[in-house]
């Protein structure tokens, strides 16, 4: 593909609206500002932050979703003028000197689950928004021909700009943007970009590539705020790019009200990655797929949909694999002076395909996550094929998650005949074809064809085979991957209880980040009654919630841990890393912090986002259950595969002989009894949660977290009213 | 019989050390905290720490709440 140069892709850019604002420091980690940006009429103003929405949404994810939930309707759709897509970066984020602090969160209502959707990312965008003088930008509207947003902190200038010309192709346009608003190369690293790509215009789950400049490889890398649609919101928007620029951006920019406490944190943790990492994870010289391998010796490892949860090809897109294809001795930090620096790529990667064929590109990835939905999930082994597909998604715009989800979900319909190659225009979708899945993927990025279809997820396409092909939906909805309308991640939850709840719990739909309870649930074995996984279910999803409304990164936060934290109390807490936490909100804001603290700011933001769930029509008992291949096995081939092991527990925690007994019989058994136990499981948490039966925050609960503003109270008593309760 | 974490049964063999179990079992995770009889044994002596018959292993994985 040849690439236009960019001083003609500079010259095709008209103004459309220009705004001068005042530069104002960021005062204890807050600029106290939002952006507000209209594009139907290009308006552009500024929003104050007032000491309420510190006090009950702190920052992130929390200011976001109170901006749009004034800013919709309760039946805004997605691709409504008012649906909102917002960026927000939070309190901590910027800090720069601890590991993981340059995160933002994306947020908007999903196109695939109608709810909101918040999504966690990395790069310098972030930062230098509130660098710039903004906590949180929230675009509205839609433009009628494609634009750019050019956020200029050095000058104080926002502009939008019409931008005919350049493809969106996450990698060219980031690269073309970068190198159109830097002044030179050293004036490369003020610049960080937002895209999406081509195939964010026709999927519903495309998703944003957030930029920063790698100075060594001096190339523009990306993260990815990937779930839920984000990107299909953005070119809806018709909005090609975002352009945030802001030089001399440092730790010091926070002005925090006491350094010494951020300083002293700073140093405790970077000193324990540099002595643990290398005996731990690993995460600087592989980063997260170094869990392929163990994933796979678990049986957690998700094969052909989740069928299964091991492959004796495993070790081939394993660890050892991946630490030869990254390029080593490369600080690979998603923001600079991330020390845990596991934003891995590879260079110098040929690729086969597409409209890129032939070109060498690098490569930013593959994560775990990629590695097994692009890979094992779909019965592909082959690290370049990963790579290829990783490459592709990213530049496309697409959710690398939903698409190796939704690609197994139709490679499954085709493995039973629901789909043939009639159907699929052509394509061959046995387990491991690469060729037709890269060229599923292709089609998808140019709207056409099979791929299209598997462009709008598992939830459509499920009712597209039932009403097309006369598929059955029961089967449909047991084997296919969403709740919510969102798509599962990567892990097999049909041993864990607990994780089956972590996963349709969450307000979100089903994606990792809010608990991960594999090993404490089926291995270690510390959860064992339903109260102690209601606790868990409680504790660490209101955990996670916290990164996200401070501007922070998870991983730092265990994938690295001090030497004697086996020793401590409640090691899965990793107590020394939350006291770090609590040193750096106390030295950003001055205010003293414990860490009941940390997770109540996290229960006032996670129970009003249950509470928008609820004004959306969802969030109540009902939207919270699994489809039952994440529960159990679905096929006689599922059951067979694991017999030995279901048989016991029929016989041990059922009391039921499976001697003499049909496979179909005994699965109706096992079923039963685990769809008891996963009602069990709901009423605890709604329970240790505050919730009624429904799973609806009782009003006492709006008033202990103070979240009980009139338009709540309003969603939540319509609600209880509905359910009788 | 060697019970871990009051869950996962491991053939007693004379002999047996704690990485036997831990081969057993194929717990590959590198954070781990064993304890035998509920006396914590450091990584050192995983190689060479002899369990007897009946003993009360505990493996636990240090991860939890998201990956
Ligand atoms: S730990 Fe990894 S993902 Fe997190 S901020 Fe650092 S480099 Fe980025």
């Known amino acids: 593909m040849s690439v236009i140069p960019v001083e003609v892709l500079k010259k095709a850019h008209r103004k459309l609206a220009e705004y001068h604002y005042e530069l104002r420091p960021v005062e204890r980690g807050y600029a106290n500002r939002t952006l507000y940006i209209n594009l139907s009429d290009m308006t552009i103003e500024e929003k104050p932050v007032t000491e309420e929405m510190k006090r009950i949404f702190t920052g992130g994810r929390g200011f976001a979703l109170w901006l749009l939930w004034n800013a919709v309707k309760d039946d805004t759709r997605w691709n409504d003028p008012e649906n909102e897509l917002i960026i927000a970066n939070g309190p901590l984020c910027g800090i720069l000197s601890y590991p993981g602090t340059g995160k933002s969160t994306v947020v908007t209502i999903s196109p695939l689950t109608n709810l909101v959707i918040d999504s966690n990312v990395g790069g310098m965008v972030g930062p230098y928004l509130k660098g710039a003088g903004f906590d949180a930008l929230e675009i509205q509207g839609k433009a009628d021909r494609d634009v750019i947003i050019v956020i200029d902190g050095d000058t104080g200038t926002i502009t939008i700009e019409e931008a005919p010309l350049e493809e969106p192709y996450a990698h060219l346009l980031g690269r073309a943007l970068t190198e159109m608003y830097a002044k030179n190369e050293a004036d490369k690293r003020n610049i960080a970009v937002v895209t999406a790509g081509h195939g964010a215009e026709f999927s519903r789950y495309g998703m944003l590539n957030f930029s920063w400049y790698d100075l060594r490889r001096k190339e523009v890398r990306f993260k990815q705020a990937a779930r839920g649609g984000t990107g299909t919101v953005f070119r809806d928007k018709r909005i090609k790019a975002i352009v945030v620029r802001k030089s001399g951006f440092t730790a010091k920019s926070n002005n925090p009200a006491k350094p010494e406490l951020i300083r002293k944190a700073s140093q405790r943790i970077n000193k324990e990655i540099v002595e643990l990492d290398d005996k731990q994870n690993q995460m600087r010289k592989v980063g997260t797929p170094y869990l392929v391998g163990i994933m796979n010796d678990y049986d957690l490892l998700p094969v052909y949909n989740w069928q299964y949860g091991m492959h004796e090809d495993a070790h081939k897109i394993s660890k050892i694999v991946w630490m030869g294809l990254f390029t080593q001795g490369v600080p690979d930090g998603c923001h600079y002076g991330c020390m845990l620096s596991c934003s891995h790529g590879v260079d110098h990667f040929h690729l086969r395909t597409g409209p890129f064929k032939g070109d060498v590109v690098l490569v930013d990835g593959p994560e775990y996550e990629n590695a097994a939905g692009l890979g094992a999930n779909l019965g592909i082994f082959d690290p370049n094929a990963v790579l290829e597909l990783n490459f592709y998604c990213d530049t496309y715009g697409i959710d690398t998650i939903s698409f190796g989800t939704s690609m197994a979900f139709a490679m499954e319909c085709y493995q039973r005949g629901i789909l043939n190659r009639e159907r699929t225009g052509g394509l061959d979708l046995t387990w491991g074809n690469i060729d037709a899945v890269l060229e599923t993927l292709h089609q998808l990025a140019r709207g056409e064809g099979f791929g299209l279809i598997v462009g709008q997820g598992v939830r459509w396409m499920k009712q597209f085979f039932v009403e097309t092909y006369g598929a059955d939906p029961d089967f449909l909805n047991d084997i296919g991957m969403e709740v919510k309308g969102l798509e599962f991640s990567f892990y097999v939850t049909k041993e864990s209880l607990a994780q089956q709840g972590g996963y349709a719990i969450a307000n979100k739909g089903p994606q990792h980040d809010e608990a991960w309870l594999i090993f404490m649930d089926m291995v270690n074995n510390q959860i064992p009654t339903f109260e102690d996984k209601a606790e868990a279910l409680h504790y660490f999803p209101m955990w996670r919630t916290w990164f996200s409304l401070h501007g922070l990164c998870k991983l730092p936060w265990n994938d690295i841990e001090p030497a004697d934290n086996a020793f401590q109390p409640e090691p899965h807490k990793v107590p020394e890393h939350v006291e770090n936490y609590c040193w750096l909100v106390e030295g950003m804001t001055g205010v003293p912090t414990t860490p009941d603290d940390l997770i109540l700011s996290s229960e006032r933001v996670y129970n009003f986002q249950r509470v928008f769930n609820l004004r959306r029509g969802s969030g109540r008992r009902e939207h919270d259950y699994p489809p039952y291949r994440a529960v159990g096995p679905v096929t006689v081939e599922e059951y067979e595969s694991r017999r030995e092991r279901y048989d016991k527990q029929l016989k041990e925690e059922i009391g039921v002989d499976p001697e003499g007994l049909s496979t179909e019989e005994k699965m109706r058994i096992l079923r039963e009894h685990r769809m008891k136990r996963y009602d069990q499981l709901l009423d605890a948490v709604y329970e240790r949660r505050g919730w009624t039966k429904d799973g609806i925050p009782t009003l006492e609960t709006l008033r202990r977290l103070e979240i009980d503003f009139p338009d709540v109270v309003r969603v939540v008593k319509k609600a209880l009213e509905e359910t009788g309760r | ?67």
């Open chain 2, 1 to 67: 019989m060697i019970r871990v974490n009051d869950k996962f049964d491991v053939e007693w063999k004379p002999g047996m050390t704690i990485r036997d179990i831990l081969n057993e079992l194929k717990f590959t995770f590198p954070m781990l905290v064993i304890s035998v009889n509920g006396e914590i044994i450091p990584k050192e002596e995983w190689d060479t720490r002899q369990v007897q018959d009946g003993d009360d292993v505990k493996v636990l994985h240090m991860i939890a709440g998201g990956r």
